[in-house]
């Protein structure tokens, strides 16, 4: 064969070499492109469904909390300190005490605010397991089996609710009203407690608390009724 054609045939050789190993490449990537599409198709996939089950398993959860008639809490706790949350076991609850803040126009987050600053002043002892707001919203303090600073020498066996008010006569708005007779019948039927457990810090103490209640007898006693068909 004439040595020009050997060399046009090798050329031909080469460039056909070429362009298939360039095929194979542009495959290979096109391969790997569509790999990681998958891959991220899945991942993607997967962030869905966690997401999904994790806003299922979040209101499943709620519904489960609330199963028995939990009102709804905003939980807040103390921190543990010797003024407001001593973190001293609650072993048994006998009685549930209605407690009012005092300070007219306050909001639940507000005392709730009050006691957990006791910790740095350690001006007095005082909290309170639940603090109930001027728009029935209910804070959490301190947990069920914990004691709380609040009635005295009932703090060993009770669970203490403060209802905030909207001025001087200590009287409770509907909200908060409404709110305070959910929480103390769901407190009730998870401790096996009846309305003649339900009592005013005045009943411990002799103290004007809460001053409505104590200076209106017959409010009291429609509270205790509106517990039992609550």
Request: glycine letters at 8%; a negative charge; one cysteine or more.
């Amino acid at each position: 064969m004439p040595a020009g054609q050997t060399r046009e045939k090798r050329r031909t050789l080469k460039g056909s070499q070429r362009r298939n190993r360039r095929k194979r490449r542009k495959k290979e990537q096109q391969a790997a492109a569509g790999l990681l599409t998958m891959l991220l198709l899945g991942l993607v996939v997967l962030a869905i469904v966690f997401f999904l089950k994790g806003k299922g398993n979040a209101s499943a959860k709620k519904e489960n909390l609330q199963a028995d008639g939990r009102p709804e809490l905003d939980v807040e706790l103390l921190t543990i300190n010797p003024y407001s949350r001593p973190g001293t076991a609650l072993e048994e609850v006998n009685g549930i005490v209605v407690h009012y803040t005092a300070n007219p126009g306050t909001g639940a987050i507000q005392n709730r605010d009050y006691f957990e600053g006791l910790k740095d002043s350690g001006e007095t002892y005082a909290s309170s397991h639940f603090v109930i707001g001027l728009e029935g919203e209910i804070v959490q303090c301190i947990p069920c089996n914990e004691i709380s600073y609040a009635s005295n020498e009932r703090n060993n066996d009770t669970i203490s609710i403060e209802c905030c008010i909207p001025d001087e006569t200590g009287k409770f708005n509907d909200a908060t009203y409404a709110s305070l007779v959910e929480l103390t019948s769901w407190l009730c039927r998870r401790y096996g407690l009846d309305a003649d457990d339900v009592i005013r810090h005045y009943d411990v103490t002799g103290k004007m608390c809460p001053k409505y209640y104590v200076e209106h007898e017959d409010a009291w006693e429609q509270f205790k009724s509106d517990l039992e068909t609550s």
